[in-house]
């Protein structure tokens, strides 16, 4: 199995009941780490996201590259 094969299987099977566009409480969730390292994170641009005015948005893609420690 070849490395994007790999990666197109972990998109597809990891957090499955999880939207394609996630909150910050749940990349906390996903993550297991809390609030201050989440928007820490969020932030110093680790984990890409878009913010609209005061809220964060972040890609369910980019939460699951940086688990794997895939570059984004």
Known sequence: MGREEKMA???SVM???YPDALTPQQVQEML???R???YELLQSGRLQSVRMGRIYRVPKLTVIDYLCGNSI
């Open 32 to 34: 297991g780490i809390g």
């Open 36 to 38: 201050r390292k989440t």
């Open 9 to 11: 299987r972990q998109y």
């Open 15 to 17: 957090f499955r009941e």
